[in-house]
């Protein structure tokens, strides 16, 4: 049984504040490709080598690598707002400046304060969506998402349009348009909460002694050697105008947006991330072999290029979903220590391209970033036990109360295995209503129509509050923290309590029905939400659960995901022995509220 549909809410409907973070998202995004339509015309205007050129890159990725490790203590300890304030400022004017430099060095040098500035917006960024949109998380994601495709896809176009007036104008175009958000963002975004714990600066170097994520790291390394040999060098051999090798771009980045958000998450859920990544690192592989041996044939290095669109997107998605599996630490951390790896090998790359090719020939300098992503595949294949481990198709970890407190809240929210955390004992009698919520607005009416339900059945009640993480490109998000998570199951609880002690009291004193029994849980889930399903319906199997009730929304929710779960779980052989229970859809009580 269901209840009807609800009235479906536009995610492109938000206040100022989204709007302003959205518009500098673009902007941000376009960064890496914006310039790669001007390389040949900025070695041929200053009388520099594609080596010399290629320091664009590399001064730009090294220093995001390092900002990459403070951008969590910064953020921690003068909060969301200023941490972007901050980013966006130091972009406008290290892109303005790069516009005005007469050298190589000066544009290279300027490119590394552009990376600061760069690493602190995207670091915070996300979190201010999320703290800002009217659709919640979900709504936040769509628009994120948006946000990250047009950026890929346009950056290339915009910047070989300017270039072809001028190779100074790219650089003039973004200092323009990230001024135009800075005011943005000062005049619209509110000031956020700092965050209740400060981050240590040691954290995310620490985190690397974890052997998962090293080696996901070291992969990440080898990944982006290629990657970045590939988009640092392969504008020289093309022989294109700025114009024209924007339009190529262009089309590499519009595959790139594509597969990372569409096809990533169906690859993984169908075939397993580590077996789509080996399948990946060869397919880049051989694409850079093509470059390599048709590099005389510009043709077939703009055909290999954009093809390599493809895997690149899906690549970028999967790693960072590996990582947030194997990963034993918090996710900020683990985000931040896998961005300074492999954000090391992305830097590096280009110039040793550069160098590669003038001590022999451009085809050599493609064959190394071939022979990098080849390496990547028994790298991957070391921890590829971790991986398969931790998004294998198995009963959820349940942790025991006592464990959590012997352990501490950020152990028990940790494994890289979807974990269900009770947070009282396990209830006696009739098969329990199950109410799955998130943090949105709308977790209360989905509670509430749960406990009525629950009421009419003479039934227990379980409210599984669900804390997922959502994998974007390279960005890895959670809504919330675990002790958040935790504090929105006590308050779920606690007004029950007092709604029962309003409705069942008569004048004099005395109770007129049984109090209603209710337990919490949290369910820690990475892997989206056809994996949190997975785990909400083995639960539900498992405590033989008479229904689960939870949120109809536009798209993307567990619901989606639940029937199929349930469908593969009570078919054949090992059928629960409890039957199959109902699920029951609440529409947000308000559209705005939906997300």
Known sequence: MSAPHGTKTNPFKQPSAVWAVAFACVISF?????????????????????????????????????????????????????????????????????????????????????????????????????????????????????ALGIGIAVGPLLGGELGSISWRGPFYGVAVLMAIALIATLLFVPQQPRPAQKTSLAAPLLALRHRGLLIM???????????????????????????????VFTGWGVLVALFAVVFAPRLQRRFGTAPVLYANMLGLAIVMAVIAFGVATPSVVIVAVIVSGAFIGINNTLTTQAVMLVAPVDRSVASSSYGFVRFIGGGLAPFAAGKIAEASNQSMAFLVGALAFLLAIPVLAAGHRLVTAAERDAQPEVVAPEDVAASGPATAASPATPTLEPLGPVLEGSRPVV?????????????????????????????????????????????????????????????????????DRLGDGRPVREALAVRGLVLHSVGGHAATAEVLARHAADVGARAIVLRDSVRGTVAKHLEPSLGALFSGTGVPATPRPDIVLVPAPDAALEG
Request: avoid cysteine; proline fraction near 3%.
């Open 30 to 146: 376009m960064g890496i490709g914006l310039v790669d339509p001007i390389l040949p015309a900025l070695a041929s205007s200053l009388h520099a080598t594609p080596s010399d050129v290629s320091l664009l890159f590399t001064s730009y990725l090294v220093v995001t690598a390092v900002a990459m490790l403070v951008v969590g203590w910064v953020s921690s300890r003068i909060g969301s707002k200023l941490t972007l304030i901050l980013g966006l400022f130091l972009i406008v004017v290290f892109a303005g400046l790069a516009g005005t430099s007469g050298s190589i060095g000066g544009i290279v040098g300027f490119r590394a304060g552009w990376g600061l500035g760069n690493a602190l917006f995207i670091a915070t960024s996300l979190a201010v969506i999320v703290a800002s949109a009217k659709g919640g998380f979900s709504g936040a994601i769509i628009l994120y998402e948006t």
């Open 435 to 503: 109410a799955a919520v998130a943090s949105n607005a709308a977790a209360a009416a989905v509670v509430d129509r749960a406990a009525a339900l629950a009421r009419a059945e003479h039934a227990s009640l379980e409210i599984v509050h669900v804390r997922e993480t959502d994998v974007l490109e390279e960005l890895a998000i959670s809504p919330e923290s675990g002790d958040e998570a935790r504090a929105a199951v006590a308050a779920h609880l606690e007004r029950l309590a007092g709604n029962q002690l309003a409705e």
């Open 217 to 247: 790291g070291l992969m990440a390394l080898l990944y982006n050697w290629g990657f970045f040999t590939m988009l640092g060098y392969a504008p020289y051999p093309m022989k294109l105008g700025a114009h024209e090798l924007g339009l």
